[in-house]
C-alpha cells in the first residue's frame, strides 16, 4: 500500500512541477527561447517576457492548479466529491485572489456570474480548451482503482465551469488516465504495452464519440518513434482538448522508461509559433508521477514549487480517507 501512497502524492505534485516549469515559456516560440535562455528550460526559471505568465515568479503555478488544489481539498473535506462545495470553493478562490494566475476564461466568466447571480444562460460555457479541465484529473486519484468512475466523476466535475463536447470527452481521458497509471499493471515504453494502455484508457471512458480516434493516433505515431519537435508539428500544441492532450500522451508514452527525458521534452514543447507547455507540463508531469511514484521529482522542486507540499499533504489525506 505504501507504493499506492507515493503514486497518489506523484499524481498530486507532478502537475504543479509540471505546470510551473512550463509556464516560463507558455507561448513563447522556440526561437525565442533560446535567444533569452541559450537553451531549452531544465528547471524553474524565471518566465520569459512574453509569457502570459510572466509577472510570476519561477516557483509559482498557473491557475490550473489552483483548481486541482481545491478540488483535492474538495474530496478531502467532503470525504468524496460533492460538486456544490467544489464550486463553493472555486468561488470563494475567485473572490478572494486579486490575481486569478490567467484563469481559462470560460470558467473564470462563469465563477464570475455565479457570485454577481446572474443567470448562466447569459454566459458562454461551451470550450475546447484543456486549461478549463485539468483540475478534473483529481478524481483519477480518488477513483484510482475504478478508471470509468473516475472518468464519469471528472467529466461531471468539468460540466461545473463548462461545457461542450471537447472538454466532456477530455475530462474523461484525464481521469481514466490517472487511475489507469496509479492502478494499472503496465510495462510502458513497450509497444505492446503503450497499445494496451490506450485501449484500457478508451475502454474505461463510456462516452467517447471523437476522442477514441485522436487517442488511436497516438498508438500510430508511437509506432514511428517521431522525435519530440515533429510530434508537436504532427499532433499540434496549442491548449485545444485534442491536440495538449494527444500530444501530452505520445511524449509520454514514447519515453516512458525515461521519465525525466519525457518530462523535459513536455515543457519544451513550444514549436516555432510557441505552445501550451503549462498545460503539456500538468500532464506530463501528473502522469509521471503516478506511474513512477514521487520520489521521481527532485527533492528540490518538491521543496521550492508553490503548493507541492499542502498537494502532498493532501494527497496523503485522500490514501488514509480510503484506507482508513
Not at 56 to 75: D, H, I, N, T
Not at 170 to 183: E, N, T
Not at 185 to 214: M, Q, T
Not at 253 to 276: C, H, M, R, T, W
Request: glycine letters at 8%; one cysteine or more; charged letters at 25%.
Amino acid at each position: 500500500m505504501e507504493e499506492i501512497l507515493l503514486k497518489f502524492k506523484g499524481a498530486a505534485v507532478g502537475p504543479a512541477i509540471g505546470a510551473a516549469i512550463g509556464k516560463a515559456v507558455e507561448g513563447v516560440p522556440a526561437q525565442s527561447v533560446f535567444e533569452y535562455y541559450g537553451r531549452a528550460i531544465t528547471k524553474l526559471e524565471k518566465p520569459h517576457p512574453s509569457s502570459p505568465y510572466d509577472y510570476l515568479k519561477p516557483e509559482e503555478v498557473p491557475a490550473s492548479v489552483e483548481l486541482f488544489r481545491l478540488a483535492l481539498e474538495s474530496l478531502v473535506n467532503s470525504k468524496g466529491f460533492d460538486p456544490y462545495d467544489f464550486a463553493a470553493r472555486v468561488l470563494d478562490w475567485v473572490a478572494s485572489t486579486k490575481v486569478h494566475k490567467y484563469l481559462e476564461p470560460t470558467v473564470l466568466n462563469t465563477a464570475l456570474a455565479l457570485l454577481q447571480e446572474q443567470p448562466l444562460t447569459e454566459v458562454v460555457r461551451k470550450t475546447a480548451s484543456v486549461d478549463a479541465i485539468l483540475h478534473t484529473s483529481a478524481m483519477g486519484i480518488y477513483h484510482f482503482d475504478n478508471p470509468t468512475l473516475a472518468a464519469e466523476g471528472a467529466k461531471v466535475m468539468a460540466k461545473i465551469f463548462s461545457e461542450g463536447r471537447e472538454v466532456e470527452e477530455g475530462a474523461q481521458v484525464l481521469g481514466a488516465a490517472v487511475s489507469l497509471l496509479i492502478d494499472g499493471d503496465f510495462d510502458l515504453g513497450e509497444a505492446e504495452e503503450n497499445k494496451r494502455f490506450i485501449e484500457e484508457l478508451i475502454d474505461s471512458c463510456p462516452s467517447l464519440e471523437v476522442g477514441g480516434k485522436y487517442l488511436f493516433k497516438v498508438v500510430e505515431y508511437l509506432k514511428e518513434k517521431l522525435p519530440p519537435q515533429r510530434a508537436v508539428e504532427i499532433f499540434g500544441n496549442g491548449e485545444h482538448v485534442w491536440e495538449a492532450i494527444p500530444l501530452a500522451l505520445y511524449l509520454f508514452l514514447s519515453d516512458a522508461k525515461y521519465p525525466q527525458k519525457a518530462f523535459l521534452n513536455a515543457v519544451n514543447a513550444y514549436g516555432e509559433i510557441g505552445g501550451s507547455t503549462a498545460a503539456l507540463g500538468f500532464m506530463v508531469g501528473q502522469w509521471i508521477g503516478a506511474y513512477w511514484s514521487v520520489d521521481i521529482f527532485p527533492p528540490e522542486w518538491r521543496e521550492r514549487v508553490e503548493h507541492a507540499k499542502v498537494l502532498e499533504e493532501l494527497a496523503e489525506k485522500l490514501y488514509r480517507l480510503l484506507f482508513e
